[in-house]
Nanobody
Framework: QVHLVESGGGLVQVGDSLRLSCENP????????MGWFRQAPGKEREFVAV????????DLHDSVRGRFIVSRDNTKNTGYLQMNNLKPEDTAVYYC?????????????????WGQGTQVTVSS
């Protein structure tokens, strides 16, 4: 059973860092791909990053590549999104999502399970 719980959002300054966590307290995430998405006010939800079961394959949107790091610890049933050098345009509600396959999908509709979302606000 999958129930994703996110944590780690907050209000930060430009250039600061945050680490988001996404845990399944009800069981394993070991055979679930994990994606990260975000939705800014008035905009559609968009892809940010995705990581494979083992953590050896990943994909990031161009806008965050070089600043964000996606990882996971399957022993803790938890995925992470390390966000560095944050910019005002990174302000959004961030969601983690998972699905029982191992493709690095960027498509929202392919994910079965979603976290509740966590607000990230970057102030200039």
């Amino acid at each position: 059973q999958v129930h994703l719980v996110e944590s780690g959002g907050g209000l930060v300054q430009v250039g600061d860092s945050l680490r988001l966590s996404c845990e399944n307290p009800r069981g394993t995430l070991g055979r679930f791909v994990m994606g990260w998405f975000r939705q800014a006010p008035g905009k559609e939800r968009e892809f940010v990053a995705v990581i494979s079961w083992s953590g050896t394959s990943l994909d990031l949107h161009d806008s965050v590549r070089g600043r964000f790091i996606v990882s996971r610890d399957n022993t803790k049933n938890t995925g992470y999104l390390q966000m560095n050098n944050l910019k005002p345009e990174d302000t959004a509600v961030y969601y983690c999502a998972s699905a029982p396959f191992n493709s690095l999908s960027r498509k929202i509709e392919t994910y079965n399970f979603w976290g509740q979302g966590t607000q990230v606000t970057v102030s200039s």
